[in-house]
């Protein structure tokens, strides 16, 4: 009995000890060029930037096609430009084309991300223009966003995403449902 209590009192005295014995980093000053303080206590650095994405995944249409639409299967591919404001919010420029129905969708507008390293929530509500060809013609639309992102590197520039997406145009037309991946890199 004597010896598991002595081996864990030589455990907590370690624990206690061990950080006092870590060296201290030479202060940091902020008088100097910027971005010069990184490492040392100074600023961080800067989550601005521009990335460019590649989108896939599956949409489904709520509505049947109208006639003489393009028949497919029911994917998608699109591409996504954002302009970064900082690690918790962007502006998202991006456009799909739906193979089944040949439908066109661009969007713009905001994203917002959960704080979290490497694994991030985000949240967002875009708006522009979905073409239903045959008849239907120009939609306005709206599409809100609902979704988690991973970056895969420690300079936080390879990003891949899973997100869902319902289009929906106003004025008739029909809900499209997009569930996707994505795969980009933040310049």
């Not at 390293?117 to 639309?141: Q, S």
């Not at 599409?143 to 008739?172: K, T, W």
């Amino acid at each position: 009995m004597k010896r598991p209590v002595t081996l864990c009192g030589a455990l907590a005295l370690l624990a206690v000890a061990a950080p006092l014995t870590a060296s201290a980093q030479e202060r940091g000053r902020t008088d100097g060029p910027e971005e010069s303080e990184y490492g040392k206590g100074g600023y961080g650095d800067n989550r601005r930037g521009v990335s460019l994405q590649f989108d896939w995944g599956a949409a489904i249409n709520s509505q049947e096609n109208p006639r003489g639409a393009p028949e497919g299967p029911p994917l998608f591919v699109g591409a996504t430009v954002s302009l970064w404001g900082d690690d918790w919010y962007r502006l998202d420029v991006s456009g799909a084309y739906v193979f089944d129905g040949g439908r066109f969708i661009g969007n713009v507008g905001p994203t917002f991300r959960t704080w979290g390293w490497p694994l991030a929530f985000t949240l967002g509500l875009k708006a522009g223009a979905m073409v239903i060809p045959e008849g239907e013609g120009l939609r306005f639309a709206l599409s809100p966003q609902l979704g988690a992102e991973l970056f895969l590197d420690r300079r936080d520039r390879v990003l891949m995403g899973l997100h869902y997406s319902p289009d929906i145009p106003i004025g008739g037309g029909g809900v499209t449902n997009r569930l996707f991946m994505n795969v980009g890199y933040r310049f």
